[in-house]
Nanobody, 121 residues
Framework: QVQLVESGGGLVKPGGSLRLSCTAS????????MCWYRQAPGKQRELVAA???????TYKDSVKGRFTITRDNAKHTVYLQMNSLKPEDTAVYYC???????????????WGQGTQVTVSS
């Protein structure tokens, strides 16, 4: 069994910063991509940032230059540093990861429970 646990959400004023963390635990053999998604009320879940096991990154256009995704493979942890936050960044942020639990097993897509980020004055 694998679990993803996020932390670091909260209430911040426009222009402020937050750092989200997500740690995978359990029966982990190999972690492929690690990603952050978000879902605002009434909207579809969208990809915010992603990082491959090799370190390549992808960002949603609206967060480029403001958000940075990093990962610590030894700790099975992915981070999202969010700077210059805007009210439109308000959403529940979810961690997502493609994880294999054994040699030769097919990787499975795991999700965290989500952490609320609210940007408001």
């Amino acid at each position: 069994q694998v679990q993803l646990v996020e932390s670091g959400g909260g209430l911040v004023k426009p222009g402020g910063s937050l750092r989200l963390s997500c740690t995978a635990s359990g029966n982990i053999f190999h972690i492929n991509g690690m990603c952050w998604y978000r879902q605002a009320p009434g909207k579809q879940r969208e990809l915010v940032a992603a990082m491959t096991s090799g370190g390549s990154t992808t960002y949603k256009d609206s967060v480029k230059g403001r958000f940075t995704i990093t990962r610590d493979n030894a700790k099975h942890t992915v981070y999202l540093q969010m700077n210059s936050l805007k009210p439109e960044d308000t959403a529940v942020y979810y961690c997502n990861s493609d994880i294999a639990t054994g040699l030769g097993t097919k990787p499975y897509d795991y999700w965290g429970q989500g952490t609320q980020v609210t940007v408001s004055s």
